[in-house]
Nanobody, 125 residues
Framework: QVPVAESGGGSAQAGGSLRLSCVVS?????????VAWFRQVPGKEREGVAS???????DYANSVKGRFTISRDNAKNSVFLEMNSLKPDDTAMYYC??????????????????WGQGTQVTVSS
């Protein structure tokens, strides 16, 4: 079983919405992990978008605050990223990442231990 599997990417117009889903299957209780979404465009470093810890406390990059919402449903081993008011600059490959930490992982890539294959999000103007 794949430890991390994303879905829900696609295309949207500027101002539109998309919802990404991530199913966590590490072998540990999914609720024990901090989980985050990262994104990357070719030629640039991967950047943290949003994270949520085991206490359901979210953290957001400044660029998405007020537009994106991260949530989790431990009964479904899932984490979601609701993206509203999309901008062309949101175009990227989006990755779900899972940490062995329950808290304190934040948006630092080095603190995440399992990564999904990514799902493409394309926003047109």
């Amino acid at each position: 079983q794949v430890p991390v599997a994303e879905s829900g990417g696609g295309s949207a117009q500027a101002g539109g919405s998309l919802r990404l889903s991530c199913v966590v299957s590490t072998g540990y209780p999914s609720g024990s992990h901090a989980v985050a979404w990262f994104r990357q465009v070719p030629g640039k470093e991967r950047e943290g978008v949003a994270s949520i810890n085991s206490n359901f406390e979210p953290d957001y990059a400044n660029s998405v605050k007020g537009r994106f919402t991260i949530s989790r449903d431990n009964a479904k081993n899932s984490v979601f990223l609701e993206m509203n008011s999309l901008k062309p600059d949101d175009t990227a490959m989006y990755y779900c990442a899972v940490s062995r930490r329950s808290r304190g992982a934040g948006l630092a890539t080095r603190r995440y231990d399992w990564w999904g294959q990514g799902t493409q999000v394309t926003v047109s103007s």
